[in-house]
């Protein structure tokens, strides 16, 4: 098993060594890539490790020990599975629980027999949205006319108010200001617990700025910070992942602008824009469904028997 008991945390310094992994196979699941990983670090208590294959996630939500799909190459990914389980038997005693595969993943170690005394079950509440983004910039077509009449009202309303700006480091007492607004006026029902968890990782980003690589947009509105996103870019797969993003309900077509604006501003070269999961708030599903996705990113979770 090598360095695979040598678990770490994902702290602010290891995104280059992530990276590295990242790229071995394609992978459009948000949790594929360090920035998602880093903002969810304390709510999965998670921990990673390397060896000559891999890098492993391992996590324990609940009590519970289970893993997140290894980053490795494709041909490498039964060998790499195989390590995981006998790492739990061996190590763990006890079964393998992983969570959040990918089709590919799944499709590869079915082929292979390695999921013949698994049960595999979609997690419909975790399936990533994924969207052309040249769509999302440009709001084209009959499908997404309402998106852009919202937008147009937006921009016929707040004229010569509102600006688009890519922010940084210097920003962020602003946008935590900003955030603190937003938790006390957004607060709602949290399925899965993990609002709180995501403040913390949010202002763990904040804290670690300089560190991580990542981009920032906001929107003004008569010069005071109403809107803004963190996202980042995977340019082997041409997807930017759009992580974080809060606005001003009370501005009507706010968050139609960001969204449009930081792909336009920030992502030029993306062709796919991933805008993660809906945690299974119907509000939020019917929200990502309505700006009509190439497709849903599937994910499931493997249960040894």
């Known amino acids: 098993m090598g360095n695979i008991m040598n678990l770490k945390p994902i702290s602010p310094f290891v995104q280059e060594e992530f990276s590295k ?3 071995l196979r394609p992978i459009f699941t948000s949790e594929g890539h360090f920035l998602n990983q880093f903002l969810w670090e304390h709510y999965y208590t998670t921990k990673y490790a390397v060896d000559d294959l891999a890098l492993y996630l391992f996590i324990n939500k609940n009590n519970r020990a289970a893993a997140f799909p290894p980053l490795c190459k494709e041909e490498d990914l039964p060998e790499v599975f195989h390590r995981i389980e006998t790492y739990f038997h061996e190590k763990k005693e006890k079964k393998l629980t992983l969570y959040l595969a990918d089709t590919r993943l799944v499709d590869v170690l079915k ?9 595999i079950e979609p997690d419909r509440d975790s399936f990533d949205y994924i969207y052309d983004a040249e769509k999302l910039r440009t ?60 403040e913390e990782g949010i202002y763990r ?11 920032v947009g906001g929107v003004r509105i008569d010069g005071e ?8 870019y995977a340019p082997d797969i041409q997807c930017a992942f759009i992580h974080i993003e809060k606005a ?19 992502f030029p070269d993306a062709k796919l824009v991933n805008r993660e999961d ?13 700006y009509r996705p190439l497709r849903l990113e599937e994910k499931f979770t493997l249960r040894e028997k």
């Open 21 to 23: 992994y990242e790229k």
């Open 111 to 119: 082929e292979k027999g390695c999921l013949d005394n698994y049960e």
């Open 139 to 198: 709001l084209s077509g009959r499908a997404l006319h309402k998106k852009k009449n919202l937008l147009n009202g937006f921009l016929r309303e707040y004229e010569g108010h509102f600006e688009y700006e890519t922010l940084g480091c210097a920003n962020i007492k602003e946008i935590e200001e900003f955030h603190e607004k937003w938790l006390d006026e957004r607060r709602i029902y949290d399925k899965y617990n993990c609002i709180d968890d995501e």
């Open 205 to 215: 980003l904040f804290g670690n700025c300089h560190s991580i690589r990542c981009k």
């Open 225 to 232: 910070l109403k809107a803004y996103t963190i996202g980042s």
């Open 248 to 266: 001003d309900v009370n501005y009507h077509g706010l968050y139609n602008y960001i969204n449009q604006q930081f792909i336009i501003h920030e």
């Open 278 to 290: 809906d945690l299974g708030q119907e509000n939020l599903r019917q929200a990502k469904l309505s």
